[in-house]
């Protein structure tokens, strides 16, 4: 929507909004700016003026209107968050390819504070801004948006890891909160077929106006991007031209393509934790089992979980008779084998995706420990699938 194409009634609405928020303004902020902040909020004048002087305040409070002059990326950062702006769309908007699949969350908030990240991902919203501006001027018109690419290769259940995901999320926050109207559209990628699990936990996050600009292409993906952008903007990888020097497909000189991070370079006195634990003391030669119906296929277990000064046994079962009790899990179907875990010395972490309905019984044994009963903590999430027509029916494009 345009200043130019308001009707009547908007551009009264846009006068008064102005005038509402004229103390907090600078004389950088026309009417392209205060629009977005209008319609992020329906026209709602109380909202709009709310939202932007929450917003003004954030901005002081992080030092967002120095932030790309005076960041210095994190050289852990630098060297594996995936990711970075390539090249511009057919409406001459900035380009962000996204590798999401290659972030390990984890091994990065081992590294950093998660305040880091997202210090990182707020200057890289301040650079789409200075981008907008310099394409403005270069095209003579308004370029106020961006176009993303989310490369879901490689995404699986290690990025169902729970305090990745809450990092992630607060940072969507961030964005909704005071970058609206940033987004043009967001082109999703080699999604997995855990990419609806995915989407249920982050929908409540995320506006309606920001869904809609969410597509999830098939199979056919390359030839839809070519259509948004030109060849000669894209990695040779994702339906384009454009190569390294040395050949490379995805211009990984350019875009970050992630990676593992080596467990050297963690640092020990960051502390990571669930603030949702339950506790259960698991007494000497005894083992404890929780039940879990599973009505949907697809969906997914995660869980956490530490022990005081002891390690504890972990396995996953899957019962087809439901006649056997639930603590003769010898006669059920092993999905993980029993292992001693050293949940004393890190917590530990996992998922599994169930693709059949049922029920599955999560196993902490200390039957082996004839002397010491252990304290157990542990968070047990059941992540079903977004099964709604807005993911099933996602804005799919055809050519």
């Known amino acids: 929507m345009e200043v130019k194409d308001l009707d009547e009634k908007k551009r009264t609405l846009l006068k008064q909004f102005r005038q509402n928020v004229s103390d907090i303004i600078q ?3 026309d009417d392209y700016f205060l629009l977005r902040w209008l319609k992020a909020r329906k026209f709602d004048l109380a909202k709009s003026e709310a939202m932007l002087r ?3 305040e954030f901005r002081k409070e992080m030092k967002l209107d120095d932030l790309v002059q ?10 594996y968050y995936a990711g970075n702006y390539f090249g511009y769309d057919k409406e001459g908007s900035p380009v962000l390819v996204d590798p999401i699949g290659n972030l390990d969350i984890k091994g990065l908030m081992h590294c950093v504070k998660k305040e880091e990240i997202w210090k990182y991902k707020l200057y890289m919203a301040e650079i789409a801004t200075v981008k907008f501006k310099q394409q403005s001027k270069k095209l003579g018109r308004r ?9 879901m290769s490689n995404l699986g259940l290690k990025h169902l890891w729970k305090p990745g995901l809450d990092c992630f999320f607060k940072l969507v926050k961030m964005y909704e909160e005071n970058y609206p109207e940033f987004l043009k559209r967001v082109f999703i990628i080699n999604a997995p077929a855990i990419f609806p699990v995915m989407y249920s936990l982050m929908k409540p996050f995320v506006s309606e106006e920001t869904k809609q600009k969410i ?3 098939g199979s056919n993906w390359k030839q839809v991007l070519r259509q948004y952008i030109d060849e000669d903007q894209l990695p040779k990888a994702l339906g384009g031209t454009c190569t390294d020097k040395d050949g490379h497909p995805y211009c990984k000189s350019q875009i970050c393509l ?3 991070i080596p467990k050297s370079l ?3 006195d960051l502390t990571i934790c669930n603030d949702d634990y339950s506790t259960a003391v698991i007494n000497r030669g005894a083992a404890m089992q929780i039940k879990y119906e599973i009505e949907d296929p697809g969906t997914t277990i995660r869980w956490e979980f530490k022990t005081d000064g002891h390690d504890i046994a972990f396995g996953l079962y899957y019962k087809e008779d439901e006649s056997l009790a ?6 059920m179907e092993k999905l993980i084998s029993v292992e001693r875990r050293d949940s004393h010395l890190l917590p530990e972490y996992g998922s599994f995706y169930c693709d059949r309905t049922g029920t599955y019984i999560v196993n902490f044994d200390n039957s082996y420990s004839w002397t010491r009963n252990k304290r157990l903590s542990y968070a047990i999430d059941v992540l079903k699938p977004d099964l709604s027509k807005d993911i099933c029916n996602f804005n799919l494009i055809k050519t």
């Open 215 to 217: 597509f999830v292409l």
């Open 266 to 268: 963690y640092k020990t």
């Open 258 to 260: 992630g990676g593992e």
């Open 143 to 151: 370029i106020e948006s961006m176009t993303t690419i989310e490369d």
């Open 70 to 79: 005076s960041y210095k990326i994190p050289q852990i950062i630098q060297d």
């Open 326 to 331: 639930d603590s003769n899990i010898e006669e």
């Open 27 to 29: 004389s950088h902020h």
């Open 54 to 56: 929450k917003s003004m």
